[in-house]
């Protein structure tokens, strides 16, 4: 079980690791492109291998820094929202009857969703949506990051963290009452 578990946990991580880093990336093209930042590109200068971004003042790069960290925290969240809504409405273990119904007649009962399943997908959005809030906490420590979007990320991950909490303790409940 432990190895199936970590089998799909990897298999879960694949893509929001991927829409992660796009956000990122693209948010910075976008603020170089909306603000018409110049900036220049140096070839293998990070690690001998990927390449760097420099900008002409510490204010171009705190601006770029903001507004991509922003977008990258806010695919995290809607990724963790996405599998929150789903927990909440589609969870297998605590949907209604008449809901599951109304699903099967729109043929849209593959929205419904398996305990197992569910949870990996949770566990997951919710590692990367903290790993990007402490990225933000760092970041405003050392004062990169305007500090009214880190305590706008750490009230959302607390929120979600509770929230994910409280479908866990309802399906826990759940087991105990069918044993």
């Known amino acids: 079980m432990v190895a199936k578990s970590t089998v799909k946990l990897i298999d879960e991580a694949i893509i929001p690791a991927l829409i992660l880093m796009m956000s990122k990336i693209v948010g910075i ?3 170089n492109y909306f603000f018409k930042i110049n900036f220049n590109v140096h070839s293998r200068d990070f690690l001998n ?3 760097s971004i420099t900008y002409p003042s ?4 705190i601006r770029v820094e903001n507004y991509s960290n922003l977008l990258m925290f806010i695919a995290a969240a809607m990724g963790t929202l996405m599998v929150l809504t789903k927990a909440h409405f589609f969870h297998e273990s605590h949907i209604s009857p008449k809901f599951h119904q109304k699903l099967v007649n729109l043929n849209l009962e593959k929205l419904i969703s398996s305990s197992f ?3 990996h997908q949770a566990l997951i959005w ?9 990225f933000l906490i760092l970041s405003s420590i050392s004062k990169v990051m305007y500090p009214q979007i880190t305590v706008l990320a750490i009230i959302i991950a607390i929120n979600f963290s509770w929230i994910l909490a409280l479908d866990i303790q309802k399906e826990i409940e759940i087991e105990r009452d069918h044993d």
């Open 29 to 31: 093209l976008l603020v």
């Open 49 to 51: 291998l990927l390449p």
């Open 58 to 61: 510490a204010y171009d790069y």
């Open 117 to 119: 399943h569910l949870y």
């Open 126 to 134: 919710m590692i990367f949506l903290w790993l990007v809030t402490i």
